[in-house]
Protein backbone atom coordinates (compact mmCIF):
# COMPACT_ATOMS: atom_id res chain seq x y z
CA UNK A 1 0.00 0.00 0.00
CA UNK A 2 1.31 3.50 -0.65
CA UNK A 3 0.75 6.20 2.05
CA UNK A 4 1.33 10.19 2.02
CA UNK A 5 3.70 12.18 3.81
CA UNK A 6 3.74 15.51 3.92
CA UNK A 7 7.80 17.14 4.77
CA UNK A 8 6.06 19.97 7.00
CA UNK A 9 4.32 17.08 9.13
CA UNK A 10 7.62 14.68 8.90
CA UNK A 11 10.27 17.69 10.10
CA UNK A 12 7.68 18.12 13.08
CA UNK A 13 9.69 14.67 14.30
CA UNK A 14 12.76 14.49 12.11
CA UNK A 15 15.21 16.98 12.88
CA UNK A 16 17.63 17.10 9.34
CA UNK A 17 19.21 19.61 7.17
CA UNK A 18 18.27 17.07 4.04
CA UNK A 19 16.53 18.27 1.19
CA UNK A 20 13.14 16.52 0.19
CA UNK A 21 15.57 15.06 -3.05
CA UNK A 22 17.76 13.61 -0.56
CA UNK A 23 15.21 12.31 1.51
CA UNK A 24 13.36 10.88 -1.11
CA UNK A 25 16.44 9.13 -3.04
CA UNK A 26 18.28 7.90 0.09
CA UNK A 27 15.73 6.48 1.57
CA UNK A 28 14.47 4.61 -1.93
CA UNK A 29 17.90 3.63 -1.56
CA UNK A 30 18.15 1.52 1.92
CA UNK A 31 14.06 1.20 2.91
CA UNK A 32 10.89 2.48 1.97
CA UNK A 33 10.65 3.31 -1.16
CA UNK A 34 8.93 7.14 -2.55
CA UNK A 35 7.49 6.44 -5.47
CA UNK A 36 7.35 10.09 -6.34
CA UNK A 37 7.55 13.88 -5.01
CA UNK A 38 5.39 15.91 -5.83
CA UNK A 39 5.12 19.86 -4.14
CA UNK A 40 2.34 21.89 -3.43
CA UNK A 41 1.07 25.21 -3.89
CA UNK A 42 2.42 26.03 -0.86
CA UNK A 43 5.84 24.91 -0.87
CA UNK A 44 5.36 21.76 1.05
CA UNK A 45 6.22 18.71 -0.73
CA UNK A 46 4.26 15.29 0.02
CA UNK A 47 6.24 12.04 -0.08
CA UNK A 48 4.45 8.76 -1.76
CA UNK A 49 5.74 6.16 0.20
CA UNK A 50 5.25 2.66 -0.78
CA UNK A 51 4.65 0.44 2.42
CA UNK A 52 5.20 -3.20 2.42
CA UNK A 53 2.94 -5.59 4.41
CA UNK A 54 6.12 -7.20 6.32
CA UNK A 55 7.22 -3.47 7.54
CA UNK A 56 3.75 -1.53 8.85
CA UNK A 57 6.21 -0.18 11.29
CA UNK A 58 6.73 2.31 8.75
CA UNK A 59 3.08 2.77 8.14
CA UNK A 60 3.19 6.56 9.45
CA UNK A 61 4.52 9.85 9.94
CA UNK A 62 6.60 8.43 13.08
CA UNK A 63 7.74 5.38 10.81
CA UNK A 64 8.89 6.78 8.24
CA UNK A 65 11.00 9.76 10.62
CA UNK A 66 12.58 6.89 12.45
CA UNK A 67 13.67 5.29 8.96
CA UNK A 68 15.42 8.62 8.04
CA UNK A 69 16.72 9.88 11.09
CA UNK A 70 18.01 5.79 11.04
CA UNK A 71 19.57 5.86 6.82
CA UNK A 72 20.01 9.76 6.49
CA UNK A 73 23.74 9.62 8.54
CA UNK A 74 24.66 6.73 6.78
CA UNK A 75 24.89 8.88 4.12
CA UNK A 76 27.08 11.66 5.56
CA UNK A 77 23.72 13.68 6.55
CA UNK A 78 23.02 14.45 10.38
CA UNK A 79 19.44 13.48 11.22
CA UNK A 80 17.61 12.80 15.14
CA UNK A 81 14.17 11.99 15.55
CA UNK A 82 12.61 14.78 18.04
CA UNK A 83 12.37 14.64 21.52
CA UNK A 84 8.66 12.53 22.07
CA UNK A 85 6.66 14.30 24.76
CA UNK A 86 4.69 10.98 25.32
CA UNK A 87 7.39 8.98 25.87
CA UNK A 88 7.84 7.45 29.28
CA UNK A 89 4.30 8.81 29.70
CA UNK A 90 2.38 5.89 32.07
CA UNK A 91 -1.82 5.20 32.35
CA UNK A 92 -3.22 3.33 34.59
CA UNK A 93 -5.82 0.86 32.58
CA UNK A 94 -8.16 -1.71 33.92
CA UNK A 95 -10.21 -4.53 32.88
CA UNK A 96 -13.89 -2.90 33.71
CA UNK A 97 -15.48 0.49 34.28
CA UNK A 98 -19.21 1.62 35.05
CA UNK A 99 -19.49 3.73 31.87
CA UNK A 100 -18.42 0.89 29.20
CA UNK A 101 -19.01 -2.70 29.08
CA UNK A 102 -16.24 -3.54 26.20
CA UNK A 103 -16.98 -7.96 24.93
CA UNK A 104 -14.12 -8.59 22.65
CA UNK A 105 -13.57 -11.83 21.01
CA UNK A 106 -9.39 -12.39 21.48
CA UNK A 107 -9.37 -14.10 18.57
CA UNK A 108 -10.42 -11.16 16.61
CA UNK A 109 -8.78 -8.31 18.58
CA UNK A 110 -5.56 -9.06 20.94
CA UNK A 111 -5.88 -5.30 22.60
CA UNK A 112 -9.15 -3.37 22.90
CA UNK A 113 -8.58 -0.02 24.53
CA UNK A 114 -11.14 2.78 25.32
CA UNK A 115 -11.79 5.92 27.25
CA UNK A 116 -14.28 8.36 28.10
CA UNK A 117 -13.69 12.08 27.68
CA UNK A 118 -15.87 14.30 29.10
CA UNK A 119 -17.04 18.30 28.77
CA UNK A 120 -15.46 18.23 25.00
CA UNK A 121 -16.81 20.80 22.71
CA UNK A 122 -17.05 20.10 19.05
CA UNK A 123 -15.79 22.98 16.77
CA UNK A 124 -13.27 23.22 13.72
CA UNK A 125 -10.10 22.35 13.56
CA UNK A 126 -7.23 24.61 13.35
CA UNK A 127 -6.24 25.39 10.27
CA UNK A 128 -3.05 23.77 10.31
CA UNK A 129 -4.31 20.32 11.22
CA UNK A 130 -6.68 20.72 8.65
CA UNK A 131 -4.04 21.54 6.08
CA UNK A 132 -2.20 18.46 6.97
CA UNK A 133 -4.91 15.96 6.95
CA UNK A 134 -6.25 17.12 3.35
CA UNK A 135 -2.57 16.63 2.41
CA UNK A 136 -2.47 13.07 3.01
CA UNK A 137 -6.07 12.83 1.69
CA UNK A 138 -8.32 12.97 4.72
CA UNK A 139 -11.30 15.00 4.77
CA UNK A 140 -11.15 16.92 7.97
CA UNK A 141 -15.00 17.24 9.77
CA UNK A 142 -14.89 18.72 13.58
CA UNK A 143 -11.97 18.71 16.07
CA UNK A 144 -13.25 15.73 17.66
CA UNK A 145 -12.75 13.91 14.60
CA UNK A 146 -10.04 14.87 13.12
CA UNK A 147 -7.54 14.65 16.18
CA UNK A 148 -8.55 11.01 15.73
CA UNK A 149 -7.34 10.52 12.34
CA UNK A 150 -4.39 12.83 12.90
CA UNK A 151 -3.25 10.42 15.68
CA UNK A 152 -3.41 7.89 13.25
CA UNK A 153 -1.39 9.08 10.66
CA UNK A 154 1.32 10.19 13.31
CA UNK A 155 1.52 7.63 15.17
CA UNK A 156 0.42 4.60 13.37
CA UNK A 157 -1.83 3.89 15.89
CA UNK A 158 -5.65 3.41 14.83
CA UNK A 159 -8.15 5.07 16.90
CA UNK A 160 -12.55 6.18 15.91
CA UNK A 161 -14.00 8.30 17.99
CA UNK A 162 -18.02 7.11 19.14
CA UNK A 163 -20.73 9.43 20.84
CA UNK A 164 -21.28 7.97 23.90
CA UNK A 165 -24.36 8.88 24.15
CA UNK A 166 -25.20 7.40 21.11
CA UNK A 167 -23.88 3.99 21.98
CA UNK A 168 -27.08 2.23 23.67
CA UNK A 169 -26.70 0.50 27.24
CA UNK A 170 -23.16 1.54 27.22
CA UNK A 171 -21.94 -1.53 25.40
CA UNK A 172 -19.89 -2.60 23.20
CA UNK A 173 -19.39 -5.94 21.56
CA UNK A 174 -16.49 -6.86 18.84
CA UNK A 175 -17.16 -9.71 16.37
CA UNK A 176 -17.71 -11.09 13.46
CA UNK A 177 -20.27 -9.96 11.66
CA UNK A 178 -23.45 -12.32 10.14
CA UNK A 179 -24.12 -12.55 6.23
CA UNK A 180 -26.53 -10.23 5.02
CA UNK A 181 -25.85 -7.65 7.47
CA UNK A 182 -26.18 -3.87 7.40
CA UNK A 183 -24.45 -1.07 8.23
CA UNK A 184 -24.88 2.66 7.30
CA UNK A 185 -21.09 4.06 7.38
CA UNK A 186 -19.92 7.93 8.11
CA UNK A 187 -20.10 8.44 4.36
CA UNK A 188 -23.90 7.89 4.62
CA UNK A 189 -23.45 4.78 2.15
CA UNK A 190 -25.20 1.58 3.06
CA UNK A 191 -23.68 -1.85 2.84
CA UNK A 192 -24.19 -5.65 2.63
CA UNK A 193 -22.03 -7.52 4.78
CA UNK A 194 -20.69 -10.66 3.35
CA UNK A 195 -20.22 -12.54 6.79
CA UNK A 196 -16.65 -12.78 8.48
CA UNK A 197 -16.06 -9.03 9.10
CA UNK A 198 -14.65 -7.86 12.07
CA UNK A 199 -17.73 -5.19 13.35
CA UNK A 200 -18.75 -3.70 16.97
CA UNK A 201 -22.54 -3.71 17.28
CA UNK A 202 -24.07 -1.56 20.67
CA UNK A 203 -26.61 -2.86 23.47
CA UNK A 204 -29.32 -2.48 21.04
CA UNK A 205 -27.48 -4.64 18.09
CA UNK A 206 -26.94 -2.04 15.97
CA UNK A 207 -23.61 -2.03 14.12
CA UNK A 208 -21.92 0.86 15.16
CA UNK A 209 -18.07 0.13 13.53
CA UNK A 210 -17.11 -1.73 10.56
CA UNK A 211 -13.43 -2.09 12.15
CA UNK A 212 -10.50 -0.86 10.31
CA UNK A 213 -12.41 0.03 7.42
CA UNK A 214 -14.79 2.64 8.56
CA UNK A 215 -16.95 3.89 11.40
CA UNK A 216 -21.05 3.79 11.51
CA UNK A 217 -23.16 6.74 11.03
CA UNK A 218 -24.96 5.52 14.44
CA UNK A 219 -22.61 6.44 16.46
CA UNK A 220 -20.54 9.51 14.75
CA UNK A 221 -19.80 12.53 16.43
CA UNK A 222 -22.00 15.14 14.91
CA UNK A 223 -22.77 19.07 15.84
Known amino acids: MDIKVPNSWLRKLLDTKATPKEIAKYLSLCGPSIERTKQTDDDDH????????????????LGIAREAATILPRFGIKANLKENKLDGTKYKF???????????????????TAVLI??????????????????????????IVDVSNYIMHELGQPVHTFDYDKIESGKMILRESKKG??????????????GGDIVIEDGSGNIIDLCGIMGGEASSIDD
Do not use: H, M, Q, W
Open 118 to 143: KNVTVKETPKEIRSLLEKVDVRPINN
Open 94 to 112: VKKTKYLTAIVDPKLCSRF
Open 46 to 61: IYNVEVTTNRVDTASI
Open 181 to 194: ELIKTLDGKKFKLD
